[in-house]
């Protein structure tokens, strides 16, 4: 018997995220922040393959590609299944009940490199999803919405400014005037800097998940306990306004400076998040020329690191040749700045 054809298969891409300076302040305990970050892609990107009801067995399938499973979804009294996020997030758009779907998941960015490809991904699924209900979402509210789905139904801890990057894309100064409201500003630059920040730009993955929960609970109380406007969420805050600053006027020595300020600040919240492997590649970098470098995402052990490196084509590419060499597990990954942010389209 031949698999049934589906009536509308809707399509969406969702960049992930680096170079977040002034992360940490955009979280409930810090209330109010300021973070640059970039857009870049491999992306996020989901289908959804939608049917009849009656054509099919079940009513939701997820494909999660990167991972080699399919499966139905059936909520149980004890939980969500298989992949959580996806699941809540499905759950959370109150889908028509005559309406069945296969949803495929892929994503070519490494899992746990702390680029906000959860992020990514929700924010991707949930745009694709907003084609099946009445009205439609603009990318901050599909932001907010998955960020919600992260702390109201999962009960993460959860910054914000992962889901605008992906719904936004593109090189932003975001502004949380109160958790977890904040205004995206997106900057606006000629091409030449365009096309040299992201010649300049290099992505590292350390060749294993972030893993750090730990460490990240330990900050999370000493920050909780110190207030908004301790020294050490403030010194992060800063490096977001100096980061726009340095991109505007096309100051890569500037935006690299912002670069290491940040990781150093992070340092100081706890050394645990700045690994041994990030220090590695840093102290490389360092010995090649690099301008900056930044931890992604919160920090910790494994994940990856954004690197700024100078004018030489060539000087990046040995840098790139001796990070891989000193360590097997350690891989650049391509990127490309993204100009837009969460993509959705049908298929004709």
Known sequence: MADPVPQRVINSVAPI???DNGGWT??????HGTIFNIGVYPYAEAQIKVYHRDEVEHRITVH?????????????????GHHPLLEAAIEYMHLPDDTAFEVVIYSEAPAGASTGTSAAVTVALIGALDLLTPGRMTPYEVALTAQRIEVDLLQQQCGIQDQLCSAFGGINYIEMFRYPHAAVSQLQVPNSVWWELERRLVLIFLGKAHSSSDVHRRVITELEGAGPECRKLEDLRQTAGRSRDAVYSGDFAALGQAMVANTEAQARLHPELVGLDAQTVIELARAHGALGWKVNGAGGDGGSLTLLTGAQSDQKRRLVRAIEEANPLFQNVPLYLSRYGLRVWESV
Not at 26 to 31: H, N, S
Not at 64 to 80: D, F, H, K, L
């Open 17 to 19: 995220r680096i170079c």
């Open 26 to 31: 955009d979280t409930w305990f810090a209330e």
């Open 64 to 80: 999660a590609e990167n991972y080699g499973e399919r499966y139905t979804v059936q909520r149980q009294a004890g939980g969500w």
